[in-house]
């Protein structure tokens, strides 16, 4: 009695944080008034999760904790839309707007009619299908017919609710959206591959795309994707009477969780439409997340139904869509970047063009796979572009044929110097040799001591999202290296004692002298050296979770490194950490276990910490680990032969959320063997260490499930 008692209880428990939870999530993508702070919410979670894992059988797949850890798939299923998801009809002119109103008027008759007007968010387009408010399903547009299946990454967008509030939503809901990047976790993104030394996204809407078809879901909460609504597809209303145009229906959307764009209007014109057009083009550029132009809609379902749709497209609606921010320019030359992990980058030296409101004089190329597929060389006229006004990139070549139309005479065009961009055989700036990558796309200069690497991590490592030291910027870097005062991290943790040399290092900075503005050497002078200082010393005390991330580990990012640093508390444990250790953190694979182990095994990674450790720096911070909870901590599992409710992949799965350990074969370490059906030789190889060894219904019994 005693014991139901407490299991109602926990049962209760379990239900009011998850509905706490959503109720945080709701004003956070809803209403955008948060009233916790990360690290609270978070705590909420992991509080849930604590309790879950005590009684797995108290898990539905609508928890809030069931977003993550899905499992992965092997391919993907197609989904046949139950109400064609058309696309919508493009114009880029306000004649074609007016056009588009007359066919409205003359389509309505006569009756009075409004516009919903929503900006046209650069995103995937996704059809969420709630069946009695609970996310049943989530695919791709396709071709509109049929979409791929991406449930299993969609269940990780925070912005998206499994389970619907409240209680007046239809019995069966698809919901019409955008799932997008926000520029701000896209740049942080970013940064984290680079730390990895990996490549870099260009654009975030191909990123959003490549991320929701990615087989396995892990990990994709961490990349902070965000949703809106904009339109819906099938409505089944159960007893109640549905409201009859999209914006009384977008306020149901709202109450029920699902973001609509805040910036959504009602416009009872065409003329206020176009009015608003210019206005609107100043504003989106200040947007958290990238549009290209506006969406405008008959508001009314009823008369929707009246106009119909052509084969392609909505009658009733039309989208505005703003010019892609391109310029032409010459490429004058190619030079190479070589990255802090020896990554070597073609950068193109452009003739300076004004695009989007900025002087554009250098544009990526990302590698030489993308050099090939442009076809271009030097001396060619370029397009380029602002990917989401955040790096201008190359995106075309104009032809000879453009030359010709542009007003050069065939020979001219022919003759315009062309050379082709070779990628280097040396590295651009220490000379070394320069390596082909195991897949082709990238070269790297393999000297660790490389200047030009050295100099990138230790901009990185003073970050702000690293070590963070307030005055260490590229200028004050660059100077420190040439006076070699720093060399190594450490070095920098040294500086105290060059106080007075410092403060006489010389910058060149712009003054007015007599009316006239002039470039002149100004001293680092007493005032900023003491905060220099004053910040170095401070920032000894970082916790790991920063010092980690610092430290240029590849595969080792801002967000990685705090999983690591939660789950090992100090660098000493982390770096007794065996394989089946690290990979028992979840977000860990077995890439980043050995970079980790390679780094912690060399030698210049062990003089980095013995050098790091002589000077003070922290290396520890508490542990935030769930494993006291977990029944199973400390243990190592080795599971052999067939098991009858679980594959392989599950069993390891459950060992780990427990807080074991798998291993892959016995050893005096392990602590039990888990045997099924035909267990084979580790059988005997536990009976001969005195391992113990469990069936399957032991471990049924031992975790409390059936
Ligand atoms: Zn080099």
Known sequence: MLIEMSENSIAQTIARLRTEIREHDYRYYVLAEPVISDYEYDQLLRRLRELEEQHPELVTPDSPTQRVGGQPITGFTQVRHSVAMLSIDNTYNETELREFDARVRKGLEGASYRYVVDPKIDGVAISLRYEDGRLTQAATRGDGEVGDDVT????????????????????????????????EAFRRFNEQLEAAGEATFANPRNATTGTLKQLNPRGIERRGLAFMAHGVGELQWKNISPPATQSALFEKFRSWGLPVNPCLQIMDSIEAVIDFVPRWDEKRRKLPYLTDGLVIKVDDFAQREQMGTTSRYPRWAIAYKYPAEQART???????????????????????????????????LHNFDQVARLGVQIGDTVVVEKAGEIIPQVVSVVTDDTQIAAGFSPREAASLQRRPILPPQQCPVCKGTAEKDV???????????????????LIYFCGRDQMDIAGMGEAVIDKLLEKKWITTYADIFQLAARRAELKGLEFQQERTIKGERRTIPVPLGEKRVAKLLESIEQRKQQPLSRLLAALNIPHVGTATAELLADHFGSMDALRQADEPALLQVSGVGPELARSLQKFFSSTSGQQILAELHTVGVNMTQPRRTTMEHQPLAGQTWVVTGTLEKFTRTEIEARIKQLGGMVAGSVSKKTSYLLAGIDPGSKLEKARSLGVKVISESDFMKMIGGA
Do not use: M
């Not at 897949?439 to 991590?457: D, F, H, L």
């Open 439 to 457: 897949n082709g796309v990238y070269i790297r200069c393999i000297n660790p001591t490389c200047p030009a690497q050295v100099r990138e991590r």
């Open 330 to 364: 010459r490429l004058c030359d190619v030079t190479f970047q070589v990255g802090k992990l020896g990554t070597i980058t073609p950068v193109a030296e452009l003739e300076p063009v004004l695009l989007a409101g900025t002087t554009v004089k250098r544009a990526s």
């Open 152 to 183: 299993h990454t969609i269940r990780t967008i925070r912005a998206i609710p499994l389970q619907l509030r409240g209680e007046d939503y239809p019995e069966t809901l698809e919901v019409r959206g955008e799932v997008y990047w926000p520029l």
